[in-house]
């Protein structure tokens, strides 16, 4: 009967000590999301007292049509590196999108929902070859991103090479210099990725195998998780992200080349470090990914309204990543040493 009484008080102070650790996690987010939040509010108070316009409709309008594209990036990025992953192709697949756009709508003068659809449907079989190679061939993510970008930055120079397509069709620039009370449809593009991305990650099913796939692998694959399926879905979602922001991309340059996007891909892993989700994979804040790309948008905006250069906007950023990586680098430290046994 007591070993009974004590067994059943065991339990119970192992499912408070769960709910305990799941309440300290809860918190441990909201304080990374707290605390971006905090950044991005100093950074505007900053800026407006250097200049009054940096809070104007039309500059917040400006600044919100340019962060669209990155914001979307931000949200598939979120996914891969929370699988403990990484994507150095997206500047790529960008690119390829965009020639899809361009042969379609400049060059043959298809019909722009046409164009579109086959966009998307090039940036989620990019997005898939990732996955196929990572998932199924068991290549690392670093080195197989690695190897397509270059395999699809050259197809478009193959296809493009030095030529410049514009003149694109209004319905498509609509998507960046059109206006839904005020905005342009880039910004809500952007807020349903948010949302789909948000919902997704933290309330299905699959977010969960995410988030179980980025902390422990093995220890997914055991609990009967398909780590090849998620991993490869994870990739395709990534493709698809990046197809949207070529989208938008072409939309508001009214333009595109082989070379466009050059580079993208450290500001979007800049912009989700920023935002709080660990490079080591397991957790994942797409909330905080939307605030750290308002942030770099608010830096390069504020700093271009102050006449500095853009040599040192990029020096500012390259810092910004660096500090922001040794400080997560140093909690995870911390976090991981503190869990350790006496």
Same mark, same amino acid.
């Given at each position: 009967?007591i ?7 065991e ?8 709910l &305990?650790r799941?309440? @300290?996690?809860?918190r441990?987010?909201?304080?990374? =999301?707290?605390?971006?939040? #905090?950044?991005?509010?100093? *950074?505007?108070l900053?800026?407006?007292g250097?200049?009054?316009r940096?809070?104007?409709m ?5 600044l ?5 594209a990155?914001?979307?990036l ?5 996914l891969?590196i ?6 150095l192709s997206?500047g790529a697949i960008v690119a ?5 756009l361009?042969i ?10 046409l ?5 998307i449907?090039?940036g989620?079989v990019?997005g ?5 190679c990572?998932a199924s061939?068991?290549?690392?993510? &670093?080195?197989?991103? @690695?190897g397509?970008m270059?395999l699809?930055?050259? =197809?478009?120079?193959?296809? #493009?090479?030095?030529n410049? *397509?514009?003149?694109y069709?209004d319905?498509?620039l ?10 342009a ?9 948010v949302i ?6 933290n ?12 902390g422990?692998?093995e220890a997914a694959r055991?609990?009967?998780?398909n780590i090849?399926?998620?991993?490869f879905?994870?990739?395709?979602l990534?493709g698809?992200?990046?197809s949207l ?16 996007a050059?580079?993208?891909e ?7 470090v ?8 397991g957790?994942?804040l ?12 608010v830096?390069e905006n504020g700093?271009?309204?102050?006449g ?9 950023i ?8 040794a400080?997560?680098t ?13």
């Amino acid at each position: 009967m007591i070993v009974a009484v004590d067994k059943a008080v065991e339990a119970k102070r192992g499912r408070l000590a769960g709910l &305990l650790r799941d309440w @300290l996690d809860g918190r441990s987010d909201a304080a990374s =999301v707290s605390t971006t939040a #905090l950044l991005l509010v100093v *950074l505007i108070l900053l800026f407006y007292g250097i200049n009054e316009r940096f809070i104007s409709m039309r500059n917040i309008v400006i600044l919100l049509n340019q962060s669209a594209a990155y914001i979307i990036l931000g949200v598939g990025m979120t996914l891969v590196i929370t699988i403990k992953g990484i994507d150095l192709s997206i500047g790529a697949i960008v690119a390829v999108c965009g020639m899809m756009l361009g042969i379609l709508l400049v060059n043959n003068d298809y019909p722009v929902w046409l164009a579109i659809s086959a966009a998307i449907a090039v940036g989620a079989v990019c997005g898939a070859v990732n996955g196929f190679c990572v998932a199924s061939l068991q290549v690392p993510a &670093l080195v197989t991103t @690695l190897g397509t970008m270059v395999l699809f930055r050259g =197809v478009a120079y193959v296809v #493009l090479e030095d030529n410049i *397509l514009f003149r694109y069709p209004d319905q498509l620039l609509w998507f960046a210099r059109g206006r839904i009370f005020g905005f342009a449809p880039a910004v809500y593009i952007a807020a349903i990725a948010v949302i789909f991305g948000f919902v997704l990650l933290n309330h299905t099913r699959f977010g969960k195998h995410v988030i179980a796939v980025g902390g422990n692998a093995e220890a997914a694959r055991l609990s009967g998780i398909n780590i090849r399926r998620v991993q490869f879905i994870v990739f395709a979602l990534m493709g698809v992200a990046s197809s949207l922001a070529a989208i938008i991309w072409v939309a508001r340059l009214n333009s595109t080349q082989a070379s466009v996007a050059l580079g993208i891909e450290f500001h979007t892993i800049a912009l989700v470090v920023l935002g709080g989700t660990s490079l080591f994979g397991g957790k994942g804040l797409i909330v905080g990914s939307l605030l750290g790309a308002l942030i770099l948008s608010v830096l390069e905006n504020g700093l271009a309204i102050t006449g500095i250069s853009s040599f040192v906007q990029q020096t500012l950023i390259g810092l910004i990543f660096i500090s922001v990586v040794a400080l997560r680098t140093l909690q995870a430290r911390g976090a991981s040493q503190a869990d350790e046994p006496m």
